[in-house]
């Protein structure tokens, strides 16, 4: 199935208000899904709908929450997400600290109660629009072991960095697992062995058989493993929510969300830095034309492949597998708004 | 060569401030010095002395410089280093950022001219110390290449970050390369070869020859390049200092140094979130006792091993090779300060 973008975007919005949510809510939460399917990222595409929906329809989501956003010190903001969508409280988040940073140089915004962000990049993304440094973090499901260790304890716990350049901003967007889930789960899908060093069996030995995964490794090894503890903890600190497997709610439809999600915002003229957006962005230039690792593709700027993946996704739509495609026409029915 | 750390401390000191340097700037340099030899990073300890004199005979360190810190917005300070030791111009930088936040929730600062850091730990230890969230970033002389390129382009990015908790605080250190290249050295003295993925050589191929070494590869691949790259420009955009090959000074003796380093502080209590010192304690506690993976020797917190090996340096004392202690010798005679 080949959708456009305003297709989709119809699409979940109809899918949404049908379920209660708030027509503006609907908007928000779709775009989320259609950036993570334009950019590829089809496991954090129009593929959660059927997730998202159930989870409204026992009261983990409350499609019209608006967040709370209290400033207790001048440059940190404390936000209750009210189990809002996790697209709308972040949204909210990283604009207070955007707009924060601006006077006091340096802001964030930490958030608990809210529901899965989705794709990290865009939250970065709105602060580089802004001229802005902008950094979003989130912890969730313990799917990782800990270097060393057997069991999952950590969660993929992305990070997102994006800063301002020419044409377009650096966006780093990444997980701190080797892998996906999704990817683990696709390759058993398909009948495919994992790469080395994915995953761990129940034993704790790297394996490369799908299906006798219980861990997903994290990627670079011990200081691959520090970042993904560290993000753990600097999100569990500043938002007061749950640590390793007391994370739930991201994935599942049986509990509320209990991960916790940090946004920090630098404006680096407030600071009184010198404008370095051409010297940065001659240096990516640079990066961009070094000769290239034989055997390679050459050097890759963060965010380049996605805003090209993206281009050509609005030239000639959006792919989505059968299977998804019907799970959104069932709750299409179910929602009574099938054309 | 064994010296205790009382005598490692006096050694410095007698030498830095016979350079010229006023006792209490000589009392923080070595401090950070022997901190390095007390937890085994002896490639940031005492062997550094010759280099950081030479620098001081040059001009490019003058070791009477107080740093200047502007505070142009509530949040964030700009602090130009004016060519001081590192670790002095760090620890105020550091201070300051952690005497802000008390009041604003987060606080930063962003350090320009100042000399090479050392170790970066101590920097978030100082947070920590004070019930923070300390997070230190520093660029480097270009030793690394991007992912998919092939010349070094890229500085050893270090980052740490410390998380207050109970006994001890977590404090992740590392660098955003592979090894460093004191590591690559090191093996190319003993004559054995590197492990695969560290290195590449004049062509760009993954080489486990020392001598053939001309970049040091990024730890976790793409995303390991994608951090490394990060650092790099944040640190740049928010200090206005230089990028890739322009960084200079930190290594060699020839020139001023050009790097930049920041410095971040986040004050929880002020932020108003809960007190999740107890939580993240007993889950670091849960981590140190999950069972180990095969062949392993189970799972460490950052932060742990450092805080052992310095607890065994203060007793047995701190080892020295003869080639270093000889270097040492060789500037307390020219010092006159030999005993």
Same mark, same amino acid.
Request: proline share 7%; charged share 15%.
């Given at each position: 199935m080949l959708l456009t973008l305003q297709a989709e975007l119809q699409l979940i919005e109809e899918v949404l208000v049908a379920e209660g949510a708030p027509q503006a809510r609907a908007e928000v939460q779709a775009h989320w899904l259609a950036e993570a399917d334009l950019r590829g990222r089809h496991s954090h595409g129009i593929q959660r709908l059927p997730v998202i929906v159930e989870r409204m329809r026992r009261g983990h989501i409350d499609p019209g929450a608006e967040p709370a956003v209290s400033?207790?010190?001048?440059?940190?903001?404390?936000?209750?997400?009210?189990?809002?969508?996790?697209?709308?409280?972040?949204?909210?988040?990283? %604009? /207070?600290?955007?707009?924060? $940073?601006?006077?006091?140089?340096?802001? +964030?915004?930490?958030?608990?109660? *809210?529901?899965?962000? &989705?794709?990290?990049?865009?939250?970065?993304?709105?602060?580089?629009?802004?001229?802005?440094?902008?950094?979003?973090?989130?912890?969730?499901?313990?799917?990782?072991?800990?270097?060393?260790?057997?069991?999952?304890?950590?969660?993929?716990?992305? %990070? /997102?960095?994006?800063?301002? $350049?020419?044409?377009?901003?650096?966006? +780093?967007?990444?997980?701190?697992? *080797?892998?996906?889930? &999704?990817?683990?789960?696709?390759?058993?899908h398909r009948g495919e062995p994992l790469d080395e060093g994915w995953a761990l069996d129940a034993d704790g030995r790297p394996t490369t058989n799908p299906a006798a995964v219980r861990a997903i490794s994290p990627f670079g090894g011990a200081k691959g493993y520090g970042l993904a503890l560290a993000i753990e903890l600097l999100v569990a600190a500043t938002t007061g929510t749950a640590l390793g497997a007391a994370v739930t709610g991201t994935l599942d439809v049986e509990t509320v969300c209990t991960k916790g999600d940090l946004f920090l915002c630098v404006d680096t003229a407030a600071l009184g830095a010198p404008d370095m957006v051409a010297s940065l962005s001659s240096y990516l230039d640079e990066l961009r034309s070094t000769p290239a690792q034989p055997g390679t593709d050459g050097v890759?700027?963060?965010?380049?492949?996605?805003?090209?993946?993206?281009?050509?996704?609005?030239?000639?739509?959006?792919?989505?597998?059968?299977?998804?495609?019907?799970?959104?026409?069932?709750?299409?029915s179910e929602a009574g708004t099938a054309a």
């Open positions: 400033w207790s010190s001048p440059a940190a903001a404390r936000v209750d997400g009210r189990r809002g969508f996790g697209p709308h409280v972040g949204s909210v988040a990283m %604009l /207070a600290a955007s707009e924060r $940073a601006h006077e006091t140089g340096v802001a +964030l915004a930490a958030v608990h109660d *809210a529901n899965h962000l &989705g794709i990290m990049a865009p939250y970065a993304e709105l602060a580089a629009d802004a001229g802005l440094i902008g950094l979003a973090l989130t912890t969730s499901e313990a799917l990782v072991h800990p270097w060393g260790g057997v069991p999952a304890m950590l969660g993929t716990n992305p %990070l /997102a960095i994006a800063v301002p $350049a020419t044409p377009d901003p650096f966006v +780093l967007d990444m997980a701190t697992s *080797a892998v996906s889930m &999704g990817l683990v789960l696709a390759h058993l890759a700027i963060p965010g380049d492949h996605a805003r090209e993946r993206r281009r050509r996704s609005l030239e000639v739509g959006i792919e989505l597998p059968d299977a998804v495609w019907e799970q959104i026409e069932a709750l299409r």
